[in-house]
């Protein structure tokens, strides 16, 4: 069944546009976008560890000399580029061997497939320069863990030293949205306090922009943390 334009259907059993009954009969769906439009949208750049976007997600929202101590070396088959932003992928790290320019916004689907430069990139890119719109605070690494009120680094930044029994006693229960672990850390996120409740893991080196699209484990932690056990 295709859907042009700007159709409407309010009943697919009644109204089916090719005269077949899809009510509760519908499992997947192919969007087809008007020419020059990206397939799907970001805010930040991001490489995906598979075509047509899917997999584990990275944000490379800052210049990275090697992307394999975050798991995301040779692993990217997508990637998105918004408006304003550029990328420069390479073939090693160090930003030496082959590079692949994306200027946005742009969206790469498949690396293999579409070879955007004529070349086959699929599990290829091993380091990442970047350049930001103008204007854009600079995302710099961390070299303690912390963990912030704001994605992307910003607002209320707390240095995790040690274990950290109930974040609500200073305010900042229910209020994490990134958080950066350097190599050789690991942190436990806890839905509770006392080290209660749902919990996920981050061992270092892991960057995390943004908690609300960016999955660590189980589910949504953006704004769920309310004590961290530090390792």
């Known amino acids: 069944m295709s859907l042009m334009g700007e159709s409407v259907v309010f009943d697919l059993r009644r109204e089916s546009p090719d005269g077949r009954n899809w009510s509760d009969d519908v499992s997947s769906v192919r969007v087809i976008a008007p020419g020059g439009t990206p397939a799907i949208t970001c805010t930040r750049p991001v490489l995906y560890e598979h075509d047509s976007f899917l997999g584990q997600t990275f944000e490379v929202a800052r210049t990275l000399h090697t992307l394999h101590p975050f798991g995301a ?15 420069e992928l390479f073939e090693h790290s160090d930003w030496r061997g082959s590079m692949l320019r994306l200027v946005g916004p742009v969206a790469e689907s498949d690396f293999k497939r579409d070879a955007p430069d004529g070349r086959d990139w699929n599990d290829k890119i091993s380091s990442v320069r970047v350049t930001p719109p103008s204007g854009t605070p600079p995302i710099v690494g961390c070299t303690s863990t912390s963990v912030f009120h704001d994605s992307y680094y910003r607002g209320k930044r707390i240095v995790v030293t040690g274990s950290i029994n109930n974040l609500h006693d200073n305010g900042d229960g229910d209020r994490i949205s990134s958080i950066c672990v350097p190599s050789g850390r690991t942190v436990v996120l806890f839905e509770h306090d006392s080290f209660r409740g749902r919990q996920t893991i981050a061992t270092g080196p892991i960057e995390i922009f943004d908690l609300q699209t960016r999955s660590l484990g189980s ?6 943390t309310s004590s961290i056990q530090f390792r």
């Not at 070396?73 to 990328?87: E, F, L, M, Y």
């Not at 589910?219 to 769920?224: A, F, I, K, S």
């Open 219 to 224: 589910g949504n932690w953006n704004d769920e």
């Open 73 to 87: 070396g040779d692993k990217a088959s997508s990637a998105c580029v918004p408006q304003g932003w550029t990328i």
